[in-house]
């Protein structure tokens, strides 16, 4: 099939209007009028995000971008994405036919444009595919190919490299189309009908699919149904309670879980605004955070609002932190009062472990904030959490199981289930078990790939749906004063510790079990080290030996023995009476920064071979 390389010809250069409404240059206002009314004809489906999307305040704001000041507001968005939808439907409709289940992979940068295109998807009750234009060619026509893609959408900002992935060659060959600017601003605020969506079923076959990042094997396609999206949102909506009246901060990825669903989906759920600023730059983050209370702030500035939420993975954190020093002092003033818990209602770390110094160190900076974590994944967006109450915040653990999430532990020795109640064994130690869920928030399959979605599933014997197999371990254990149900009755008894993944952070080293992640915590405690990561190598004498990748504070290279560098040794004797003999690296290598992806993760594989060439 030939390539077609549709540029919208609707697109041209938007015009700013002081209300923040776009609209394009050289359209009449009668023009604009019949378009808007012809279009209402037409609608959108009737799932719950258009419902919850459709009934806010068309005036208030749905999405801002801090560094243009171009904003939107939830009548913006709705017309914008019907209208998108109608534009995409009827390019394809008319040369492939209906988009509803289909693959349409798009590349946006983080900001209104994303999230139109990926509302018009959901629209087509297609299934929207985010790509990483920070991905290689390779990796990406692996993507389109995998996932059979029918449409690829880009902006112009990354229509060259979208049509580079085409020309390299695929196997699968997607409609294309570069959305020159497809932002065209209707007035929106008229009453969007929503359709029963199409189809045989009467179920949606839209949704997104989101690909795993691939330290195993290659990547694979997470096909997360509508349902199971709705899920997701309403039970962070129960837990961590969103409102019209939150400001967000969004300083993720678009192409991962924690982006789309906790700082997107969830938030245009529940009518608050989202304010991109991408690619996370520490100093402007600062100088965000601080706006509001800094008096050189123009009294009409968008950025006069203050921050509520703030969603981010622990590097980012860790970085905020250590840039802080250096801030000049009426933005450190500033930016404190940005971040108090008067403020910034609610700050969150996760998709990776929080160490406890980040955390304590938060809350100094901060006047009391504190960190709230919690733990996901691709296949089931957000499984455990902390709880809202500062007491359900307990240092190293990832709280409960999110409302309609149900979780098990299931003993990695003994394959039982750990009953509640039975954390321990009879020698008091804690069992350490693989976390299993299940309930409407699991994804629905990998894609066309029904051997590994049919291996990471188990069947509970219960008559019930089958238990998702996350390859992620954890011991629970009741936490004195946690778990009374403050913060929501999900959020009661015995809180989850996470331990690492089962594939490469549980070392079996003289038939002991050492956890990767309480050495990382125990390292990056000692005021030497920055950065941790710990794996396991093979050793003849252990199976596997313990050993650590660091990164020493920049004075620590002179405050070893004998004016010396923090060496192995001085690691050792630090963490003698912190961890047991078996636990304690027995290597240590020292690098200038450990090597993460997007969302601040160690391919420890990786890292292994490149550091230990094992
Ligand atoms: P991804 O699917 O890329 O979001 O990666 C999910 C994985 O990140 C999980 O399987 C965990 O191994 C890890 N992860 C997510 N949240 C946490 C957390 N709070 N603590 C430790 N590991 C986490």
Not at 334 to 350: C, F, M, T, V, Y
Not at 457 to 479: I, K, L, N, S
Request: aromatic residues 8%; contains cysteine; positive net charge.
């Amino acid at each position: 099939m030939s390539r077609l390389n549709l540029v919208s010809r609707l697109a041209r250069p938007c015009l700013r209007v002081s209300s923040a409404r776009l609209i394009p240059s050289g359209q009449t206002v009668h023009a604009r009028f019949f378009s808007t009314a012809k279009r209402l004809l037409t609608s959108l489906p009737d799932t719950h995000i258009f419902r919850a999307i459709r009934d806010h305040d068309p005036s208030s704001l749905a999405v801002l971008h801090s560094l243009s000041g171009r904003s939107f507001t939830y009548g913006n968005l709705t017309a914008d994405v019907l209208r998108a939808k109608e534009d995409l439907e009827q390019k394809v409709g008319k040369m492939k036919g209906n988009l509803s289940g289909e693959r349409v992979a798009f590349m946006a940068e983080n900001s209104y444009d994303y999230v139109v295109l990926l509302l018009a998807i959901f629209g087509c009750d297609a299934i929207a595919l985010p790509l990483s234009p920070s991905f290689p060619t390779g990796e990406l026509q692996y993507i389109l190919d995998n996932s059979e893609a029918k449409v690829l959408l880009a902006t112009e900002k990354y229509a060259d490299k979208a049509q580079g992935v085409l020309q390299a060659g695929l196997q699968h060959d997607p409609l294309f189309d570069i959305r020159r600017k497809l932002v065209v601003g209707a007035s929106g605020s008229e009453a969007v009908p929503l359709e029963k969506p199409k189809g045989s079923s009467e179920l949606p076959a839209g949704g997104m699919m989101l690909y795993t990042s691939g330290t195993t094997n290659r990547p694979k396609g997470v096909f997360i149904p509508e349902s199971a999206l709705t899920a997701q949102a309403t039970s962070l909506l129960k837990a961590w309670e969103y409102s019209p009246q939150d400001r967000l901060l969004h300083l993720l990825p678009l192409h991962h879980i924690h982006g789309v669903v906790n700082a997107i989906i969830t938030p245009l759920f529940a009518g608050s605004s989202i304010e991109f600023m991408y690619p996370f730059n520490t100093d402007r983050v600062w100088n965000r955070l601080a706006a509001p209370f800094h008096p050189h702030t123009e009294p009409n500035s968008p950025e006069k609002s203050k921050i509520t939420f703030l969603t981010a993975v622990p590097t980012v954190y860790n970085r905020l932190r250590s840039s802080f020093p250096k801030l000049p002092q009426e933005i450190q003033q500033a930016a404190q009062k940005g971040i108090s818990p008067e403020n910034l209602r609610l700050n969150i770390s996760g998709s990776a472990a929080l160490p406890t110094p980040t955390k304590a160190a938060w809350q100094t900076l901060s006047k009391g904030n504190v960190l709230l974590e919690r733990f996901g994944m691709t296949e089931v967006g957000m499984a455990l959490s902390c709880g809202l109450d500062f007491a359900d915040r307990v240092d190293g653990s990832v709280g409960w199981p999110l409302p309609q999430v149900e979780a098990r532990l299931v003993d990695t020795e003994t394959n039982q289930v750990i009953p509640l109640g039975e954390e321990t064994d009879a020698n008091g130690r804690e069992r350490v078990g693989e976390i299993q869920l299940r309930g409407p928030t699991i994804f629905r399959e990998y894609f066309g790939n029904e051997k590994a979605t049919r291996e990471s599933f188990v069947d509970g014997g219960d008559g019930g749906a089958h238990w998702f197999c996350t390859g992620d371990v954890a011991t629970r254990r009741v936490v004195q004063g946690a778990g009374k149900g403050t913060s929501g009755d999900w959020a009661r008894g015995p809180m989850y510790f996470i331990q690492g993944r089962k594939s490469v952070d549980i070392i079996k080293t003289g038939g002991e079990k050492v956890s990767a992640l309480e050495v990382e915590r125990e390292l990056l405690s000692l005021p030497q080290i920055s950065e941790a990561a710990v794996v396991g190598l093979p050793s003849e004498q252990w199976g596997s030996k313990v050993a650590a990748v660091v990164v020493l504070h920049p004075d620590a290279h002179t405050t070893g023995r004998n004016g010396k560098a923090w060496g192995p040794m001085d690691m050792r004797r630090a963490l003698n009476d912190r961890l047991a003999g078996y636990k304690i690296p027995q290597e240590m290598k020292v690098l200038d920064a450990i090597p993460r992806n997007a969302m601040g993760k160690v391919n420890k594989k990786a890292l292994v071979k490149q550091v230990f060439d094992v």
